[in-house]
């Protein structure tokens, strides 16, 4: 049984890691705290769209607090790997 150690294999992982890369959304697709902060972005305006009864201040809470939360986690994860990379 023979093991596949082609160029092929590297040269298709490379192009998979480049394309999230270059992508707008790399950075969403790989952080849950940033993932955290746009939905709190999406509830907000949800909240902002209806703007009627109890459930847009409800919404509005929820969401700036997921979007201060997101953040706040993602700036403490970001800070707390720079001492490791010399």
């Known amino acids: 049984?023979?093991?596949d150690t082609g160029?092929?294999?590297?040269?298709?992982?490379?192009?998979?890691?480049?394309?999230?890369?270059t992508s707008i959304?790399?950075?969403?697709?790989?952080?849950?705290?940033?993932?955290?902060?746009?939905v709190g972005l999406?509830?907000?305006v949800i909240a902002f769209i209806?703007?009627?009864?109890i459930w847009p201040a409800i919404l509005?809470?929820?969401g700036i607090a997921l979007v201060l939360l997101g953040v706040a986690i993602h700036v403490g994860?970001?800070?707390s790997q720079r001492g490791t990379r010399g």
């Open 7 to 21: 160029d092929d294999t590297q040269a298709s992982r490379l192009d998979r890691a480049g394309s999230a890369e």
């Open 60 to 62: 509005g809470i929820w």
């Open 25 to 38: 959304l790399g950075p969403l697709q790989d952080s849950y705290a940033l993932q955290t902060a746009a």
């Open 77 to 79: 994860v970001t800070l």
């Open 1 to 3: 049984m023979a093991t």
């Open 42 to 44: 999406i509830v907000t």
């Open 50 to 53: 209806v703007n009627t009864g």
